[in-house]
């Protein structure tokens, strides 16, 4: 390793992996590809592409670099002013409670730490939220119903160790691609190992599936209620463990019994065969080395919370819990959603694991903050957070890394909302939102590889997130900001922090405090940390306390819990159906979730034209049989409708999801396209104990939209009101590129009042090309200017399987046209040019067309793939794909 290059972690997803950071050789120069980290034991050196791709990422022309206030570029100290002369305004007029915060798994624990210190602590309202309701909160009330406290119990290698790994509502081969691929090569070295995913869509997980239980939404307590009941049957208890470290098994037991008298009956409620229940129930009682993984198909539920207690109910019924390979694993998506519930960052959290309802916790809290107005009780959960800021009782929030109105159900509600709010402040490394287009205050935030400080994974781990470049412009990190308000309003030494190392270690000493193992989240090793050996800090899993400075692998090992008599806790459990079911007026039901190659809003994935080569636009998966039904063809365009609101989205004709069941991705907004928000159709419904939505599933009705024209434009000058039906913003190296589709009547005065307001090239200069066809309504045309190819638009009747690569790559290059490429212009390829289709391996831009042809001469695995096209042989996140190109296997989707 050089020395400019240091270890820091990746800021996508919860596996939290190591990674190397080489900084540019010149100040301001492009920084080189990023590499995984060989020692740091989350990857042992992988990477997946959104990870490996990181060095791209950084570099956004859209960064935001000053705080603006009204619109208006303002010093920091005017907007710092701005925020704390309205909070203190606010809170004297309408008391604390009408201030919150709202924050982000994306953030680091210094920075929710002392949000949290100054809210709970300092303005005295519990209103301090996250994006992790919307996340993992059901998985936490899980925990902490069932252990007393909110422990993950297992690690990483009990994936690798486990004999039957089930997944439940998790797509972690898109979704946590090097768990995914940890897993894979563990079941490749053991082929005995048996993995099974529930999740109602075929996914490509799936790949590594020995069993695929495709069940009806939402119905996923009843398969484990079923389990726990058979588990007696098959005489797999632990009646040890059950007497001497449980409460409550009878009444769990009799609910069990009682909801899935019967195995067809819980095959009929999950609408999956009797057979399929039986084979996991039989691999279930031959297997104690048995791991459940679950993740958002469990907590984005308006029954999260009894879906995660019923899995937690089959481990402890059969002891399969702190032991090797065995237990209830909920996995977090973000980079340090676990942080934020360590530093008590969620509305019915105190502080280090300690709930206001803890017999003692808000004396102890106030005595170690010295806090002059603490927080008495639970404040509002995000969905609650934002209907009281509509009815005007929460008056300024500072939203802080997250992007709300994409990401919380019924958007309109949060747009009412943010228009009554009286100060909407919102920090953002991005000037261009959806949400910083709602702001009142906006400040400039460091992002990745600029900002410092910690994180932990979904096992436990504490890493260093390493600031390595300087802050762009004005930007500031989150902490500083938050300690800058909190001196103005008057806390000048409780927020007197200099460094992320000053936070980490009144974080870790309060967690410490007066603890004496009676509470699982210690880390008081750390208590006196210096700035060397914060710099220094190797990842370690906490409980850390004093003398365990190498950290917890495994939690409960003692079988040992943190309720009040040290006995874990069965909870009684009856499955239920989401809340909305499908009627004759709205009558398929919608599931969301996540594509390969984009993170969330997209704002730092969204620009990166290798990410987008996956999946290029929003996309609704709908079954063969539904489509063929509604008249709704391959890639056209679609009206989703709820009582909610409204989404057009493209057609992906496809058997990976049910009859009356579809699927669309959750990443776009209105930034990328002006009609493809998709938590417009997703009511406000909530668990009743989590308040975390139910944001995979909503009613909705679709219909084909009809009488238009598709096509794109492609231009290396910015397209500005682009007035059309569809539009979605493609990101390209150079130019902007559009798909767009208009009103056939529209179309064509569209498009010259287009051409003649030269939005697509300098009007009156150079010439257009020009092919039209009327009979099939097509009409190409491309602007060259100084022989070079300036805009290229397409329209058509409808989708035309045409590769856009050579004509973006004429764009960009900038080289002249020939009087041969003249006509290829209008065709859209020249002679000579393969067209690779549509791009599979990210990494080495390798498309469906030329592995087609692959297999066709004779490849008959992946690796023989790899060797002739290199696809799959970078980061390895398409290998599930690559897969089903190959002759032996069916088709994922027809
Ligand atoms: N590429 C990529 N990776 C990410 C992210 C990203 O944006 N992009 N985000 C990260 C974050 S924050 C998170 S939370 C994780 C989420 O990770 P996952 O939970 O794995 O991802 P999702 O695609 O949201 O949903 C998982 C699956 O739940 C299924 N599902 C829907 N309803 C049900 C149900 O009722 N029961 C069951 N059993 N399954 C159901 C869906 O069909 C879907 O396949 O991903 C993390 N990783
Ligand atoms: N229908 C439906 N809705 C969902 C989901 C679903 O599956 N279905 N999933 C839910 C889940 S699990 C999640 S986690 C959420 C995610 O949803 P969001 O949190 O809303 O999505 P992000 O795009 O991650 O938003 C992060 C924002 O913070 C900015 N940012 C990045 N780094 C920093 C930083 O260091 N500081 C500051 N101040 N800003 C920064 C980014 O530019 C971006 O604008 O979506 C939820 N919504
Ligand atoms: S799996 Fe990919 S996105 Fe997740 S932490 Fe690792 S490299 Fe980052
Ligand atoms: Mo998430």
Not at 274 to 303: C, H, P, R
Not at 709 to 738: A, E, K, Q, T, V
Request: glycine share 8%; charged share 20%; proline share 5%.
């Amino acid at each position: 390793m050089t020395a400019t290059t240091s270890k820091t972690t990746c800021p996508y997803c919860g596996v939290g992996c190591g990674v190397n950071f080489t900084l540019p050789s010149q100040v301001g120069g492009a920084v080189p590809p990023v590499s995984g980290d060989n020692s740091h034991p989350a990857n042992f050196g992988r990477l997946c592409v959104k990870g490996s791709s990181l060095a791209q990422t950084i570099q956004s022309n859209d960064r935001l670099l000053s705080p603006m206030v009204e619109g208006h570029a303002v010093s920091w100290s005017e907007a710092i002013d701005t925020i704390s002369s309205k909070i203190a305004d606010v809170v004297k007029t309408h008391g604390p409670d009408a201030f919150a915060f709202y924050l982000s798994g994306q953030i680091l624990t210094e920075d929710y730490y002392v949000a949290n210190k100054l809210a709970k602590g300092f303005i005295g309202t519990a209103n301090v939220d996250t994006n992790s309701r919307l996340c993992m909160a059901s998985a936490v009330v899980g925990y902490k119903r069932a252990f007393g406290s909110d422990t993950v119990p297992c690690n990483y290698e009990d994936l690798e160790l486990c004999d039957l790994l089930i997944m439940v509502g998790s797509n972690a081969a898109w979704t946590h691609p090097v768990l995914y691929q940890r897993i894979a090569a563990a079941k490749q070295r053991r082929p005995n190992m048996k993995v099974v995913v529930v999740d109602p869509r075929k996914t490509a997980t799936c790949d590594i599936a020995d069993l695929h239980l495709a069940i009806n939404p939402g119905t996923d307590a009843a398969i484990f209620s079923f389990l726990l009941q058979h588990s007696v049957q098959a005489g797999i208890l632990d009646s040890d463990f059950i007497a001497d470290h449980t409460n409550g098994f009878k009444e769990a037991l009799n609910q069990a019994n009682e909801s899935t008298p019967n195995l067809i009956s819980t095959a009929d409620f999950c609408g999956v065969s009797e057979q399929e229940v039986m084979i996991l129930a039989n691999w279930w009682s031959d297997t104690a080395k048995t791991v459940t993984f679950y993740s958002q198909g469990v907590n984005q539920s308006s029954s999260g919370v009894d879906k995660c207690n019923a899995i937690i109910n089959c481990h402890l019924a059969t002891g399969r819990i702190g032991k090797e390979g065995a237990g209830p694993f909920s996995i977090t998506g973000q980079p340090n959603a676990m942080g934020g519930r360590e530093v008590g960052g969620l509305a019915n959290q105190l502080a280090a694991h300690m709930d206001f309802a803890t017999p003692g916790a808000q004396d102890l809290v106030q005595r170690f903050w010295q806090a002059p107005n603490m927080a008495t009780e639970n404040g509002l959960k995000a969905v609650d957070l934002f209907q009281a800021i509509e009815e005007g009782k929460v008056k300024v929030v500072w939203i802080m890394s997250t992007n709300p109105m994409v990401s919380l159900p019924d958007t309109a509600q949060v747009r009412r909302a943010l228009e009554k709010c009286e100060l909407v402040i919102v920090s953002d490394c991005k000037a261009h939102t959806d949400t910083t287009a709602m702001a009142d205050v906006l400040l400039p935030a460091t992002g990745w590889s600029e900002k410092d400080g910690t994180v932990t994974n979904s096992e436990r781990r504490i890493s260093r997130q390493r600031g390595l470049l300087p802050a762009p412009g004005e930007a500031k990190h989150d902490w500083w900001a938050i300690c800058e308000v909190a001196k103005t309003l008057g806390f000048r030494d409780a927020f007197a922090f200099r460094t992320p190392c000053e936070i980490f270690a009144e974080h870790a000493a309060l967690s410490a405090f007066e603890n004496n193992g009676k509470r699982d989240f210690d880390i008081g090793h750390f208590s006196s940390i210096n700035k060397d050996e914060y710099e220094n800090l190797v990842p370690v899993q906490w409980p850390v306390p004093k003398g365990r400075p190498e950290g917890t692998k495994r939690m409960f090992e003692d079988g040992r819990f943190f309720t009040p008599d040290s006995r874990a806790r069965f909870i009684p459990v009856t499955p239920k159906k989401p809340v909305n079911a499908p009627t004759s007026e709205w009558p398929f039901v919608l599931n969301t979730g996540r594509v390969r190659d984009q993170w969330h809003t997209m704002t730092r994935t969204g620009d990166a034209a290798l990410l987008t080569k996956h999946t290029d636009q929003p996309y609704v998966e709908i079954h063969p049989k539904d489509a063929n039904q509604l008249g709704i063809e391959d890639k056209t365009l679609v009206r989703l409708t709820s009582p909610q609101g409204e989404a057009l989205l493209k057609a992906k004709v496809s058997r990976a999801v049910s009859p009356g069941n579809v699927f669309t991705p959750i990443h776009w907004t209105q930034q990328f396209a002006n009609a493809s928000v998709v938590s417009n159709l997703i009511p406000s419904l909530v668990d009743p104990l989590s308040g975390q939505p139910e944001s995979k599933h909503a009613r909705i009705k679709l219909e084909a939209v009809t009488n238009i024209s598709y096509g794109f434009i492609m231009s290396i000058n910015p397209i500005m009101d682009l007035d059309c039906i569809y539009w979605c913003r493609i990101p390209s190296d150079i130019g902007y590129y559009y798909e767009v589709a208009w009103s056939k009547g529209e179309s064509m005065s569209s498009l010259q009042s287009l051409l003649e307001k030269g939005k697509v090239s300098q009007e009156g200069a150079g010439e257009w090309l020009e092919y039209s066809h009327l009979k099939t309504q097509q009409i190409r045309l491309a602007h060259i200017e100084g022989k070079k190819l300036t805009s290229v638009v397409y329209l058509h009747n409808k989708p035309e399987p045409i590769s856009t690569d050579w004509l973006l790559s004429k764009l960009i290059d900038r080289s002249l046209v020939s009087e041969q490429e003249r006509m290829a212009l209008l065709v859209g390829l020249p002679a000579n040019i393969e067209d690779k289709g549509d791009i599979v391996c990210s990494c080495y831009q390798v498309g469906s067309k030329q592995i087609n042809k692959a297999v066709a001469a004779g490849a008959t695995s992946v690796e023989e793939l790899g060797m002739q096209l290199k696809c799959g042989t970078n980061c390895g996140s398409c290998l599930p794909e690559l897969k089903y190109f190959l002759p032996a296997i069916t088709e994922l989707s027809a």
